[in-house]
């Protein structure tokens, strides 16, 4: 199993990830892009310290994840059980308002 | 049959045409105060809620700013977190109605600006930050009333 750590990114400083270019830069950072095509479940941990991540940062973050696994095979890649859970919520409010858009353009064309 | 017969059959259609534009008028009525108050439940008493957290907030902030107020950045930061998740929550919960939409759909409301604003707060540009949060702060609201007034069923 992979790891994510995103204490990599709050460097015991940052108590909020904010940010949609941020979150692009994280998903570079950690290589999502080569995750996204490996077998292995993806978890992703957070440091005690980070208060919240916002839908802004997870969009950047997981943009390329859902066009290239869809939502449910994106949630079952990205482990987020060890999270605490309004963390995990951030990530899920996040992914919905990717889910969302993604529908909402495709319905466009 | 005689001419009241026809008189009586008459009166009989008209009555029945009555009572039926009659009730199709009651159920448009009742089909309009339903929405309505649908509306107001799920989507206008939540956003006035917002509204007024937003704009406590702002001002919190602007006290912080001016060195008065009683809350810490820490406080001010916890807060605006609370009301940001509460909010996402309902804006996504909004966007997946069909009714109620606004121009262009409550995925244009974001707290983007806010939260970029919020995070880099700091004790060292004290005024500066807190003025800059305020303003996005504002502005959020005045997006949120906008958004309130395009979803607004006629």
Same mark, same amino acid.
Request: glycine share 4%; aromatic share 6%.
């Given at each position: 199993?992979?790891?994510?750590?995103?204490?990599?990114?709050?460097?015991?400083?940052?108590?909020?990830?904010?940010?949609?270019?941020?979150?692009?830069?994280?998903?570079?950072?950690?290589?999502?892009?080569?995750?996204?095509?490996?077998?292995?479940?993806?978890?992703?941990?957070?440091?005690?310290?980070?208060?919240?991540?916002?839908?802004?940062?997870?969009?950047?973050?997981?943009?390329?994840?859902?066009?290239?696994?869809?939502?449910?095979?994106?949630?079952?890649?990205?482990?987020?059980?060890?999270?605490?859970?309004?963390?995990?919520?951030?990530?899920?409010?996040?992914?919905?308002?990717?889910?969302?858009?993604?529908?909402?353009?495709?319905?466009?064309? | 049959?005689?001419?009241?017969?026809?008189?009586?059959?008459?009166?009989?259609?008209?009555?029945?045409?009555?009572?039926?534009?009659?009730?199709?008028?009651?159920?448009?009525?009742?089909?309009?105060?339903?929405?309505?108050?649908?509306?107001?439940?799920?989507?206008?008493?939540? #956003?006035?809620?917002?509204?007024?957290?937003?704009?406590?907030?702002?001002?919190?902030?602007?006290?912080?700013? #001016?060195?008065?107020?009683?809350?810490?950045?820490?406080?001010?930061?916890?807060?605006?977190?609370?009301?940001?998740?509460?909010?996402?929550?309902?804006?996504?919960?909004?966007?997946?109605?069909?009714?109620?939409?606004?121009?262009?759909?409550?995925?244009?409301?974001?707290?983007?600006?806010?939260?970029?604003?919020?995070?880099?707060?700091?004790?060292?540009?004290?005024?500066?930050?807190?003025?800059?949060?305020?303003?996005?702060?504002?502005?959020?609201?005045?997006?949120?009333?906008?958004?309130?007034?395009?979803?607004?069923?006629?």
């Amino acid at each position: 199993m992979a790891t994510v750590d995103l204490a990599r990114l709050t460097k015991n400083e940052v108590s909020m990830l904010t940010g949609h270019e941020r979150g692009v830069q994280a998903r570079a950072l950690f290589s999502l892009d080569s995750l996204d095509v490996q077998d292995d479940v993806v978890r992703i941990v957070a440091p005690t310290n980070l208060d919240t991540i916002t839908p802004s940062f997870v969009q950047g973050f997981l943009a390329r994840s859902i066009s290239q696994l869809g939502r449910d095979r994106l949630l079952t890649k990205y482990d987020f059980s060890t999270l605490p859970a309004a963390l995990r919520e951030d990530f899920v409010t996040g992914i919905e308002r990717l889910a969302m858009h993604a529908r909402r353009s495709a319905a466009i064309h | 049959m005689t001419v009241e017969a026809w008189a009586a059959v008459a009166s009989a259609i008209i009555a029945l045409g009555a009572v039926g534009v009659e009730h199709l008028w009651v159920q448009r009525r009742l089909g309009r105060l339903e929405t309505a108050n649908e509306f107001r439940a799920i989507v206008e008493q939540p #956003l006035e809620a917002f509204e007024k957290a937003v704009s406590d907030l702002a001002v919190d902030i602007e006290e912080w700013g #001016l060195l008065r107020g009683d809350r810490d950045l820490p406080a001010l930061r916890k807060e605006w977190i609370r009301i940001s998740r509460d909010m996402n929550r309902l804006v996504n919960k909004l966007a997946k109605r069909s009714d109620f939409q606004p121009n262009g759909g409550w995925l244009k409301v974001t707290t983007d600006e806010v939260d970029e604003a919020i995070s880099v707060m700091n004790d060292e540009h004290r005024n500066l930050s807190a003025s800059t949060a305020k303003q996005c702060l504002d502005r959020l609201g005045r997006s949120l009333s906008a958004a309130l007034q395009d979803a607004r069923p006629s």
